[in-house]
């Protein structure tokens, strides 16, 4: 299988370095030369990549091809490609639905839409894709996992809420900079917070069964400190503020 990648930015890096350090079977990485020093970086690093000279070599000489240009530029990039019929095409572009990617495409291609995260890169990403395509789904599987999505509406949900990624570190961040405040090293607050929040996520995963409320009740003690930060939290409409966050990035991600 020879994999194409049509924009060679951070997540176009984190995804070649997944894939051909997950073992997956390809011939060949074509990738295109637009960010030469990203493009350098995966050839020099690994054998299997070759830079392309444009775009469109990329585009003729790709089984299974990624889109993961910068939306603001999507529609010029795209809209100057020649595609197949029948071309397995994969768009990573944010905020772009599948009727405008279809009419700059301007091609009967199989288009598959996906929301992959920095972490495949360690085969630790989570990745939704739209609609369910089995083929798809194992490169992503390669890299951590997949999830298919039945309806657009799950899509755009998912795609929603991987926008938390940045109020995590954010709430990291805060919390390191209270203790930072009351006179701990920042460093020493953020080594010991990093591994817990780590520890408490890897907790959510592997209890699945376990409904999220229920374990939020198991790790407070009644009357205790964890049940009066959710408590605080709730009464300064926490809760409230990252619901509503949700919904304007939903309303964004529907266009």
Request: charged share 20%.
């Amino acid at each position: 299988m020879r994999i194409g990648f049509v924009g060679t930015g951070t997540i176009t890096e984190a995804m070649v370095t997944g894939i051909v350090t997950s073992g997956f079977d390809i011939t060949e990485i074509v990738v295109s030369p637009r960010n030469r020093e990203i493009a350098a970086r995966l050839a020099n690093r690994f054998p299997s990549v070759r830079i392309a000279k444009d775009n469109q070599e990329v585009v003729g000489s790709a089984h299974v091809l990624f889109l993961a240009v910068r939306p603001q530029i999507a529609e010029e990039v795209i809209s100057g490609l020649t595609f197949r019929a029948g071309q397995a095409v994969v768009s990573v572009i944010a905020a772009t639905d599948r009727p405008t990617l279809l009419g700059w495409i301007k091609e009967e291609v199989e288009l598959t839409q996906a929301v992959p995260l920095p972490f495949v890169a360690e085969h630790q990403g989570v990745t939704a894709i739209y609609p369910p395509n089995p083929a798809i789904a194992v490169i992503f599987a390669a890299l951590g996992t997949a999830v298919e999505c039945d309806t657009k509406e799950e899509y755009d949900l998912l795609a929603a809420a991987s926008a938390l990624m940045g109020t995590y570190f954010g709430i990291l961040d805060r919390a390191t900079g209270w203790l930072a405040e009351k006179g701990m090293a920042r460093e020493k607050a953020r080594a010991y917070l990093a591994p817990l929040f780590a520890s408490v996520a890897q907790t959510a995963v592997q209890a699945q069964q376990t409904p999220l409320d229920d374990l939020r009740r198991e790790f407070s003690t009644v009357g205790g400190l964890n049940e009066q930060v959710f408590d605080e939290f709730e009464r300064g409409g926490g809760s409230r503020a990252l619901t509503d966050a949700l919904e304007a990035v939903l309303r964004r991600v529907k266009g």
